[in-house]
């Protein structure tokens, strides 16, 4: 009897597990809503999957969108889509970086999804089509973001109808413009944006004195939009607002305001517009400032020391007309990217630099910088990128700037270097560029140059270097697409070894080298742009094989001051495609 209890009792726990089971399983298969499961996977089909294609790190979201043995899928457990708790809507729908290639269509599925509040489609090629009216429809879309998606033409008008915005992303799809509706309509319609991103759109306006009375704006991007006329200044005092970008806008006008304390400014970023006036000495006070750009503008006066209280600073660029101290520079201790291009230095290489240990971008060129580079610089570990070039820097080049440094790219050109260019055996060098033209640099090139196996551009062009050169130092190079020797007093011997393998050049640069022919190795160059092989010794006919080099890139090609007698053959029609091809005999 007791035993026939339990059994029962057994019996009923079972008939409810499995029917909690069945419930909860069932609860798991009818989540996703039917209609929008199907929606997005005949949305999925209308697209090519270009791959290998420019932006591919969500190119594995979409594999997971599928039926499993022929039953309905539950959508909301499908990479880059989500749904409401509640309602299990489909609201969020991230497909940047998928590789998506095609148009949206205006029947497109995608438009059924009416719940969408955020709409993330970056990274993609829509082909240059349309952005499609029926954008307007999603009118719960909270997010929508469009940029680097190849769309071009005119924002459509619907997009208006989505009043509910508080980011708008479209930026970097340069054949798109906003015309009508312009960007006053915009602004007048979407008063609760705290993300504004409209950069490389074709916009072609002023700004809206309007858009300063958006409270809630915390990211503007503008750049690049051909904006005109003054900038309002009262955008810069907005309360939430973190980034300011309006650069490269060279007919946008404006000056800096008096910078009150508290502000949330991150980035600030205003290069290549025509901001005027001199730096307000509050600058000071933008205490959260990580990235500052006013490269290429026109301020003008001193730089104010106050530029020392920005600690947190990690990227400065600046451009200013008059001499400047960097005694404040040095507490600028988390800066990784420097750039004071012509701001008036002169004197020794600024000394308040040994600090900045985490530089790994400077650039200090167009200044008035003298003597020899210093010894201590070799103790910014971190340093890639350094340009010195167009100041009166002198004495010989530090072996170590080439062979056993980090650094990647090393301008020099345009200085007064004088000795030998730098002989090594044993290097660790990680250079792709090195260029040393315009200095006063004498003797050979030495041949352990072949041992810089990343560089890609070299140029030693207008200095005094002599002797016998081998081009198969150069030819070792495999990277090396960049090649400028010209003007100095050189003997190139440009025959190859037998099995070589000749790097494919760009731009070839091999004026005044004491040529006596036509060198062979351009028989198999297809992807020149530029080369000049001027002033040599070259003598007799043009041979027909130089007509058919490099035939669809080739731009300019100068041949003057030799000792050509004509042509071997005709030369016929000019075969190169570009446009702008410029040719000298």
């Known amino acids: ?27 798991l298969q009818l989540r996703c809503h039917h209609d929008e499961s199907l929606a997005l996977l005949q949305f999925k089909q209308s697209f090519i999957m270009s791959n290998p294609c420019d932006y591919s790190f969500g190119l594995s979201k979409l594999e997971s969108w599928k039926l499993i043995h022929g039953e309905r899928g539950d959508c909301c457990s499908w990479d880059g889509v989500e749904c409401d708790y509640q309602t299990n809507h489909v609201v969020s729908l991230d497909l940047s970086g998928c590789c998506l290639f095609s148009s949206i269509n205006s029947n497109s599925t995608l438009f059924r999804l009416v719940h969408l509040q955020n709409l993330n489609l970056a990274y993609n090629d829509f082909n240059y089509s349309q952005i499609p009216s029926q954008i307007g429809l999603l009118s719960s879309l909270t997010r929508l973001n469009l940029s680097r998606s190849d769309f071009s033409g005119q924002i459509p008008p619907q997009v208006l109808n989505l009043s509910s915005l508080i980011s ?31 950069s490389e759109v074709n916009i072609s306006s002023t700004i809206p004195d309007s858009l300063a009375n958006f409270s809630s704006l915390e990211s503007l991007r503008l750049s690049y939009c051909g904006l005109r006329g003054e900038f309002p200044i009262d955008i810069f005092q907005l309360p939430n607002l973190k980034i300011l970008d309006i650069s490269d806008n060279p007919d946008l006008k404006g000056h800096l305001p008096s910078f009150e304390l508290g502000s949330l400014l991150k980035s600030l970023i205003l290069f290549g517009t025509n901001f005027a006036g001199e730096f307000p000495s509050s600058i ?30 990690t990227r400065l660029k600046l451009t200013v007309s008059t001499t400047s101290s960097l005694s404040w520079i040095g507490k600028l201790s988390n800066l990784k990217t420097l750039s004071l291009v012509h701001v008036g230095l002169n004197g020794d290489f600024p000394s308040s630099l040994k600090n900045l240990t985490q ?33 009166h820097f ?63 551009i070299l140029n030693f062009q207008s200095n005094n270097l002599s002797g016998v050169v081998d081009a198969n130092v150069f030819f070792q190079l495999k990277n090396l697409d960049r090649l400028m020797l010209s003007y100095n007093n050189l003997w190139l011997l440009t025959e190859s070894s037998t099995n070589a393998t000749i ?83």
């Open 503 to 585: 790097p494919n050049f760009i731009y070839l640069g091999l004026a005044s080298c004491n040529l006596s022919e036509f060198p062979h190795f351009l028989h198999n160059q297809y992807e020149l742009k530029f080369l000049d092989l001027s002033s040599n010794n070259i003598q007799g006919p043009i041979p027909s094989w130089l007509w058919s080099i490099s035939i669809n890139s080739l731009q300019s090609m100068n041949l003057s001051h030799n000792f050509l007698t004509g042509f071997e053959e005709g030369p016929g029609p000019l075969q190169w495609a570009s446009n702008h091809f410029r040719h000298w005999v």
């Open 1 to 27: 009897m007791e035993l026939s209890f339990y059994g029962l009792l057994l019996s009923i726990l079972f008939f409810h597990l499995s029917a909690f089971t069945h419930s909860f399983n069932s609860s």
């Open 359 to 391: 530089l790994s971008f400077l650039d200090l060129s167009y200044n008035q910088l003298v003597g020899p580079i210093p010894s201590w610089l070799m103790n910014l570990t971190k340093l890639v990128v350094l340009f010195l070039d167009h100041n």
């Open 394 to 456: 002198s004495g010989q080049i530090p072996s170590s700037l080439i062979y056993g440094a980090r650094i990647q790219v090393l301008s020099l050109s345009s200085n007064q270097f004088s000795g030998q260019i730098p002989s090594q055996t044993n290097n660790c060098s990680e250079l792709i560029e090195l260029e040393l033209s315009s200095n006063k640099l004498r003797g050979s090139i030495p041949s352990t140059l072949s041992s810089l196996k990343n560089l890609q």
């Open 284 to 313: 000071g006070n933008l205490a959260y400032l990580e990235y500052l750009d006013f490269y290429s503008c026109n301020f003008t006066g001193l730089l104010p020391s106050s530029l020392g209280n920005l600690t947190k600073l």
């Open 168 to 198: 708008l992303d479209l930026s970097y799809n340069y054949q798109v413009k906003l015309h009508k509706p312009s960007l006053r309509d915009l602004v007048q319609k979407f008063t609760n944006l705290k993300v504004l991103h409209l």
